[in-house]
């Protein structure tokens, strides 16, 4: 079975400054990863995925997250964060070679300070 | 390319009643997935649909039951409410071949509010 862990339930930080919002998943085989982003009164967006390839991966907004299997980790980063990026940021797994069950993260509320 | 779409986005039901919330895919898309999101309990995933069979549920009483359509179009029924269903409940689709690799695409959820 494949678990995630998302530490921080809340995170404050002041706008520009940087933010990592972390997640760490647990699986006996190997697995896809995802990023999603919800906004106040809508469903879950996708922010970004890894596959394969490259460990690192980035959105078209700035995010970045890197996959390291070793430490069975996918902190999702911002170098400088802005005020619409305040929103509630979940991490989710699927595992390869089966059919789509995602298990997602509790999610991590992101509140940018002005 | 349309969205997912609930509807309704709003309801509000007293306990014993029963409800029955609807979910449109994107085009083409096979699978179908649904979500409880309370603010206690966090997002919990009920169960999904591929072309018309239950291929995956989650751990929820009877009560919560669900069918999809030669369409893909989904429903999902609640019988019995009880108080601690209210929650937002989140319908996602995706193409659902086998390999686990496909994103889901969320609608913006039906609201219900149990009274």
């Known amino acids: 079975a494949q678990s995630v862990t998302q530490l921080d339930s809340q995170v404050p930080v002041f706008e520009e400054a940087p933010v990592e919002l972390r997640c760490n998943y647990s699986?006996?085989?190997?697995?896809?990863l995802f990023w999603y982003v919800q906004y106040p009164n809508q469903g879950l967006q996708l922010l970004l995925k890894?596959?394969?390839?490259?460990?690192l991966v980035e959105s078209i907004n700035g995010f970045e997250a890197e996959f390291n299997k070793s430490q069975t980790s996918f902190h999702l980063r911002k170098p400088s964060v802005h005020i619409s990026d305040t929103a509630e940021y979940f991490c989710?797994?699927?595992?390869?070679?089966?059919?789509?069950?995602?298990?997602f993260g509790t999610g991590t509320k992101l509140q940018v300070i002005p | 390319k349309a969205g997912v779409t609930q509807t309704p986005r709003y309801l509000i039901k007293t306990r014993g009643q029963q409800v029955t919330l609807s979910c449109s895919p994107i085009?083409?898309?096979?699978?179908v997935s649904w979500y409880q999101q309370t603010p206690g309990q966090g997002l919990q995933f009920l169960f999904e649909?591929?072309?018309?069979?239950?291929?995956n549920k989650g751990n929820f009483p009877g009560r919560f039951s669900g069918r999809q359509f030669s369409n893909s179009r989904s429903e999902m029924n609640v019988s019995t409410l009880e108080l601690g269903d209210s929650a937002l409940y989140l319908c996602?689709?995706?193409?659902?071949?086998?390999?686990?690799?496909?994103?889901?695409?969320f609608g913006d959820g039906t609201r219900l509010s149990i009274l």
């Open positions: 996602a689709s995706s193409s659902g071949d086998q390999g686990g690799n496909q994103p889901q695409h």
């Open positions: 699986s006996s085989v190997s697995v896809y």
């Open positions: 890894y596959l394969s390839g490259s460990t």
């Open positions: 989710a797994v699927t595992h390869s070679g089966g059919y789509q069950k995602v298990t």
């Open positions: 085009s083409g898309h096979r699978s």
């Open positions: 649909y591929f072309s018309e069979t239950q291929r």
